[in-house]
């Protein structure tokens, strides 16, 4: 899971004011820096990065065609690694503009105007877990609600496979869960159960089932699109039901 970048730069817009810009020297950049670093590494989720590979984004060349680059005053790791639900890599970068001034790069995206004082760029630190926790209560939510929707639809396979005898497998995505009923060791056919209709799906099921089961009886096969053979393991007997 990531943070959108509209989402980012409305955190940087919210937070990043603009008003009173901080002009710094090189020397007082570093103080600052080491002040902001102070305050944000007791955080949870929150650690300098001496060895930022991105640091090569915010330099120019050599040339003296080129403007004046920006100086990579700090880089704070804002995830810890094999988080999934962090964009991977996500940073928070300080940054000394030639003007003199600070601006901040949060995961690639650019504050609309420059810091006037380092207690913004902690404001949006703690902004941006705000935001990441309420996207983790969301995406639980989510799959609670999708875990029940599964958990219903699968009782009521069980009880009509039990009742009119047949094997069946699942296949489940983000959106739907794909019910395989077995014709035949040879022969199947898929019923794709929408997670946002399974209540209007659920009724109708067993009489589907049946006329699809009955039609196959009758000697007419289906073409079928499955991508993939089901082994014997992957079967749920109905005698096991």
């Known amino acids: 899971m990531s943070i959108a970048s509209r989402s980012l730069q409305k955190l940087l817009r919210e937070n990043i004011s603009g008003g009173e810009p901080l002009s710094v020297d090189p020397e007082q950049s570093r103080e600052l820096a080491e002040d902001l670093l102070a305050l944000l590494e007791p955080l949870a989720g929150a650690k300098r990065n001496n060895n930022c590979h991105h640091y090569s984004r915010f330099r120019g060349g050599s040339s003296t065609d080129q403007p004046p680059s920006n100086d990579l005053c700090c880089c704070i790791l804002l995830q810890e690694p094999g988080d999934r639900w962090y964009r991977n890599e996500t940073h928070l970068h300080l940054l000394r503009s030639p003007e003199q001034q600070f601006w901040v790069d949060l995961g690639g995206e650019r504050s609309p105007a420059p810091v006037s004082d380092i207690s913004e760029v902690v404001a949006l630190v703690h902004a941006f877990f705000q935001r990441v926790d309420r996207q983790k209560a969301q995406a639980a939510k989510r799959q609670k609600q999708k875990d029940l929707k599964i958990q219903a639809i699968l009782a009521q396979v069980r009880k009509?496979?039990?009742?009119?005898?047949?094997?069946?497998?699942?296949?489940?995505?983000?959106?739907?869960?794909?019910?395989?009923i077995r014709l035949s060791d040879q022969d199947y056919f898929a019923i794709l159960i929408p997670f946002n209709q399974f209540k209007e799906v659920l009724p109708k099921l067993r009489t589907a089932i049946q006329a699809l089961r009955e039609t196959y009886n009758t000697g007419v096969?289906?073409?079928?699109?499955?991508?993939?053979?089901?082994?014997?393991?992957?079967?749920?007997?109905?005698?096991?039901?």
Do not use: M, N, P, Q
């Open 221 to 241: 096969r289906f073409k079928t699109h499955l991508k993939r053979g089901y082994r014997r393991s992957d079967w749920i007997r109905h005698e096991d039901l």
């Open 160 to 180: 009509i496979a039990k009742e009119d005898r047949f094997d069946f497998a699942t296949e489940v995505d983000t959106v739907k869960l794909k019910l395989i």
